[in-house]
Structure formats: C-alpha cells, structure tokens
C-alpha cells in the first residue's frame, strides 16, 4: 500500500543509509552510491560529499538527483525521491556535526568529525527539493 504524505515524509526522516542515483553519461545506467543523508518534513534533503568527486560532478551536470531508502522490518517499506539540487553550499563544522550526529552514537560524533575534516578532506553540499516521490509498505511477511 502507498504511504500518506506524511508517513512518507516520516520515513524519509529517519537515518537509513540512502541510495543516491544520478546520472552521470548518457550512454550508462545512473551512478548508484550509498550515502547519508539528512531530510526534515517539508523541506529539502541535502548530502555531503566531496567537491571532486564523481557524485559531485554527475550532480553538477546533470542538476538533479534521486534518493531510495528502504527497510525490511517490521515490515517492507521503501520511498524514494527525486528532484531538481536547489543550492549547493560549502561544508561547514555545524553541517558535518549535524549529519554523524544523525547516523552514530553520541560518544563517537565528536571522534568522527575529527576524523572527517582532517582525514576525508573538504566536503561540498547538496539540496534536494522533492519534487517526485514512490512509496510502498508491502506489509510483515
């Protein structure tokens, strides 16, 4: 059965590890890559990455990006989205903060944003606003 808008916006919300599909050259299948992600209900999804990095590029050219989270308990669900990049922003200390805080314990947040600007180099972010959204929950089985 189909999510209400809300259900969907819900579980777009929560931190499951995204599939970030974009196209990257006319003559291949879209570039498909887990990342984190962050979406509040109602406003834009945004990512991190690196400025030069192959995601950056194909989001760059081709202006638009989709995302598909999924889960398989208690029950099959997934949402996935897709829509036209709003802005892209320079990373900051707050932003990468922000987003391990999301996906790791509290006691290892500090440790990886640590690690994450002195290890993974300069970040670069982009905004998604959800234009196009698919979404099932397919029930226990």
Do not use: C
């Given at each position: ?31 498909t890559v887990p990342i984190w992600y962050h979406y509040t209900p109602g406003g ?46 320079p990373d900051s200390r707050e932003r990468a903060w922000e987003m391990a805080a ?40």
């Open positions: 059965m189909s999510l209400s808008i809300r259900e969907r916006e819900l579980f777009l919300a929560e931190p499951h590890v995204g599939a970030l599909s974009v196209v990257e050259r006319p003559d291949r299948a879209p570039l834009e999804l945004w990512v991190r990455t690196g400025p030069d990095s192959r995601k950056a590029r194909a989001i760059r050219s081709a202006g638009r990006f989709s995302m598909m989270v999924q889960r398989t308990e208690p029950t099959v669900r997934y949402v996935s989205v897709e829509g036209p990049v709003t802005r892209t922003e999301r996906y790791l314990p509290e006691e290892k947040v500090a440790d990886f944003v640590e690690y994450d600007r002195t290890h993974l180099g300069e970040h670069v972010l982009f905004y998604l606003r959800p234009e196009n959204w698919l979404s099932l929950d397919m029930g226990a089985f």
